[in-house]
């Protein structure tokens, strides 16, 4: 009777896999996980799904650092993803979506990202976002100032946006001075 494969029914199976197609060496990957480096290489040669294989972009990654090598096996997954959805491959799909989040787990442990810390900044933005919006409203030439700012540093559609929030209210409180209501 053959012995079943270590990594196939290892706890970070995905996690392993990712790394193999994110182009980590079969030596670190072995390393990370605490498993045999021959049980990695054979995991890789006869169980590791070549559909995920066969996108790695820059095959050896030459000249890459590890974060640019996940972030372009990212859109590889991606890739993978789509290809499996209109072949009717849900294998493949499910595959590619736990790789998908396996990398990005990766990737956001390797930038020392937390869930938390992004939700905590996604929250914070939001409020800012309104914030401005609100001031643009009470004076649109705040709105102007910032858009210009914005501008600046090359976020043009966001600049747009406060833009069209700062004409619309002038346009308001033209309109409020026309018919004598004041704010």
Do not use: W
């Not at 070549?50 to 650092?65: H, I, K, P, Q």
């Not at 590890?66 to 890739?79: H, K, M, P, Q, W």
């Not at 294998?91 to 787990?105: C, E, P, T, Y």
């Not at 990202?113 to 004076?139: C, E, I």
């Amino acid at each position: 009777m053959a012995r079943s494969c270590i990594v196939c029914t290892h706890p970070e199976r995905v996690a392993v896999d990712a790394a193999l197609v994110a182009g980590e060496t079969q030596a670190a990957v072995a390393s990370t996980y605490s498993l045999p480096p021959s049980s990695v290489s054979r995991h890789f040669r006869g169980h590791l799904d070549t559909a995920l294989v066969g996108f790695s972009g820059n095959e050896a990654g030459e000249g890459l650092s590890l974060i640019d090598r996940l972030v372009r096996s990212l859109g590889d997954l991606e890739a993978v993803r789509r290809q499996a959805l209109t072949s009717g491959n849900s294998g493949h799909v499910i595959r590619a979506a736990a790789a998908s989040n396996a990398l990005i787990q990766t990737l956001l442990d390797r930038l020392g990202v937390d869930d938390l810390s992004v939700a905590t900044d996604l929250r914070t933005a939001h409020f800012l976002a309104l914030s401005v919006g609100a001031a643009t409203r009470v004076n649109p030439e705040t709105g102007r100032l910032i858009a210009a700012r914005l501008r600046d540093h090359g976020l043009h559609d966001d600049a747009a946006a406060l833009d069209a929030v700062a004409a619309k209210a002038e346009q308001q409180q033209f309109e409020n001075r026309q018919n004598g209501i004041e704010k």
